[in-house]
């Protein structure tokens, strides 16, 4: 069983930068990859980035713009948002996989990520 909570949302302007953090909850932290997909009201839910112990993906969308990271001794998972573009206006959700690109075992409550002037 594994539980995630996010915080670090909010309202930036274009260019600007967001940090989200998903805490984790689980007692085999190890077992899972850890990643971040976010939703648009009407719109496919899009996944983001992706860390395992093996692996670090991301969308094309995002790649040379966002890292995301972990440490697995604090249980903690990182999304560092650089040069943010109006375009990932989503909420923002912490997820767990088996691995990346697998489905989403479990996830969190989300995060809201506005990019506006």
């Known amino acids: 069983q594994v539980q995630l909570v996010e915080s670090g949302g909010g309202l930036v302007q274009p260019g600007g930068s967001l940090r989200l953090s998903c805490a984790v909850s689980?007692?085999?932290?190890?077992?899972?990859?850890i990643g971040w997909f976010r939703q648009v009201p009407g719109k496919e839910r899009e996944g983001v980035s992706c860390?395992?112990?093996?692996?670090?993906t991301y969308a094309e969308s995002v790649k040379g713009r966002f890292t995301i990271s972990r440490n697995n001794r604090k249980k903690m998972v990182y999304l560092q948002m650089n040069s943010l573009e109006p375009e990932d206006t989503a909420v923002y959700y912490c997820a767990a996989y088996v691995a990346c690109g697998s489905g989403p075992v479990a996830w969190g409550q989300g995060t809201q990520v506005t990019v506006s002037s």
């Open positions: 689980t007692f085999a932290l190890d077992y899972y990859a």
């Open positions: 860390i395992s112990s093996s692996d670090t």
